[in-house]
């Protein structure tokens, strides 16, 4: 079983950055492939960013420019920077490690953006 644990959410104003972090009870390396999901109120929930262990990396449209997701395999751990937030961009954020045989995820953190 692997813990993920999820820091670094709040409340922002529009245009604003927040950098979350996401640590891993497990080596993340080189088994997992390490991701960011959103799940906005009402709305299903949504691939955000994902760092492969072999460091393939990729976005939605809708994020790509303004988030960038990094890993950090000594300290297994993930994280999600993000700019110019927009109002779009509040929910719930989680954290998800994914290999060939499992997946988990974290208890997710709010991240609220005001206009």
């Known amino acids: 079983q692997v813990q993920l644990v999820e820091s670094g959410g709040g409340l922002v104003q529009f245009g604003g950055s927040l950098r979350l972090s996401c640590s891993a009870s497990?080596?993340?390396?080189?088994?997992?492939?390490m991701s960011w999901y959103r799940q906005a109120p009402g709305k299903e929930r949504e691939l955000v960013a994902f760092?492969?262990?072999?460091?393939?990396?990729d976005y939605p449209s809708s994020v790509k420019g303004r988030f960038s997701i990094s890993r950090d395999d000594a300290r297994n751990t993930v994280s999600l920077q993000m700019n110019n937030l927009k109002s779009e961009d509040t929910g719930v954020y989680y954290c998800h490690a994914k290999s060939s045989t499992s997946t988990y995820w974290g208890q997710g953190t709010q991240v609220t953006v005001s206009s």
């Open positions: 497990t080596n993340i390396y080189p088994y997992y492939t």
């Open positions: 760092v492969t262990a072999g460091g393939t990396i």
